[in-house]
């Protein structure tokens, strides 16, 4: 019957294809879904369609639908979905942004879906996207949702939007495991922004993350985000303002020195030179932690700071664990010293720390070298 309704060539007159759309969705919907706003079915997706694609005039409606691959139907406060889509079995990108939805769609005939645009809607829960293998990009931002779940199948997506989610008083967003794991080998961006997290322990298994964006949430704890980003070896992008670390004393320098792939972070650009320059800095205080335990241990001696001791093997071990060895966190005794010198370090301050992408990169090692050797040499002094 399905195959009759459908293979009826369309007039055109969409007022005729109410009875055919109530038909189809006798078919294809639980009859007793209650009746509610605005509910999409064949009359606004002809509607919707016909307004940018036109269907030549012997051509069947069956066939019509099934060369479609755009369909829009965003912003038109639609909070039921009463067809199947599949009868657009050719859709790669459908928009349902900016309307009222609480459930995705059945998405179950459109396996070539690659873009998924539901942004904005009133969706509680992840599901019916299973048979996605081809999609590549889901938009889920300002939903319901409280757990990011149910993306076990998807294969191939890339792109994941989850940002704002108008979660209940006091609660986070949570992320299944399961789900994690599953889109960890194909996942390259992700906005988690505005949903109250205070940990991102549970995006570690992300490591082919290019782009992170987690801005306005909770977040406190420097260590949580090196132990996070140490495993992102290809994350090109992070965005971290208003949260709460973002206060912590040389906030940028640091996460800077946790994250060797950087390029641009809190949507500033970070000079080759600052970056060098960061990681020799962290290096040459590893060195000399590492050389006044052993002082202490031995009989006590001159601080001969060797720059052997700061060699590109160690740069290479100290990115590859990413555990930051010589960064000095706030509160540490080392830090009162090293902002001292920092501060007298004039000449530093400003051509290595002032992300001034266009100063001189020849001359930069030279001066942190300089640098560095002056620190050691001070450093005597700072016992
Ligand atoms: C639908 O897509 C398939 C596979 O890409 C293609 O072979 C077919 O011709 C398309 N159907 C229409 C009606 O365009
Ligand atoms: C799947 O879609 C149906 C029909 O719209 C809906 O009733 C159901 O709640 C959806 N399931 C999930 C888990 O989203
Ligand atoms: C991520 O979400 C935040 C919060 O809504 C938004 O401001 C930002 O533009 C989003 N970024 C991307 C790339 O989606
Ligand atoms: C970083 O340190 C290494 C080893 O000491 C040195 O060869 C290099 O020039 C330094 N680079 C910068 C930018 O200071
Ligand atoms: C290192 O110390 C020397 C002598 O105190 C000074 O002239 C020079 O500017 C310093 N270099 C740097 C890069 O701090």
């Not at 990413?322 to 400003?350: H, S």
Request: hydrophobic share 35%; aromatic share 6%.
């Amino acid at each position: 019957m399905r195959e009759a309704v459908l293979s009826l060539s369309l007039s055109l007159s969409l007022s005729l294809s109410l009875s055919l759309s109530q038909n189809i969705n006798r078919d294809l919907v639980n009859a007793d879904s209650p009746s509610r706003m605005v509910k999409l079915n064949i009359d606004l997706i002809l509607g919707g369609i016909l307004s940018y694609t036109k269907k030549t005039r012997d051509e069947s409606l069956n066939h019509f639908l099934s060369r479609l691959t755009h369909l829009h139907l965003e912003g038109r406060q639609l909070d039921d979905i009463e067809c199947d889509l599949s009868i657009c079995p050719n859709l790669t990108v459908i928009y349902l942004y900016d309307n009222q939805l609480s459930s995705i769609p059945v998405l179950d005939g459109n396996k070539f879906l690659t873009h998924l645009y539901l942004q904005n809607n009133a969706i509680r829960k992840i599901g019916n996207i299973s048979t996605l293998k081809q999609l590549n990009k889901l938009y889920l931002g300002g939903n319901c949702l409280s757990v990011i779940e149910g993306l076990g199948k998807l294969e191939e997506l890339e792109e994941l939007y989850v940002e704002n989610q108008d979660l209940p008083p006091g609660e986070k967003l949570l992320f299944d495991p399961l789900s994690v794991m599953a889109i960890a080998p194909t996942l390259q961006i992700l906005n988690v922004s505005g949903n109250r997290l205070d940990t991102l322990e549970d995006l570690k298994p992300l490591n082919k993350l290019t782009h992170l964006y987690t801005t306005n949430n909770k977040l406190f704890d420097l260590k949580d985000l090196s132990n996070v980003v140490m495993n992102m070896h290809q994350l090109v992008q992070l965005e971290l303002s208003s949260n709460p670390f973002c206060l912590i004393n040389k906030f940028r320098d640091k996460v800077i020195i946790m994250a060797k792939s950087l390029e641009i972070l809190d949507g500033r650009e970070i000079s080759e030179t600052s970056k060098k320059f960061l990681y020799n800095w962290s290096v040459s205080k590893d060195a000399m932690k590492r050389r006044q335990r052993k002082n202490m241990k031995s009989v006590p001696s001159m601080n001969h700071f060797h720059e052997g001791d700061a060699t590109s093997a160690d740069v290479k071990v100290f990115h590859r664990h990413a555990t930051v060895p010589g960064y000095v966190m706030p509160g540490l005794p080392m830090r009162k010293q090293f902002t001292r010198i920092l501060a007298k370090a004039t000449t530093i301050e400003k051509d290595a720390f002032s992300y001034n992408v266009h100063s001189s990169p020849s001359q930069a090692p030279k001066q942190s070298k300089e640098f560095i050797h002056n620190l050691s040499k001070r450093s005597d002094t700072f016992h």
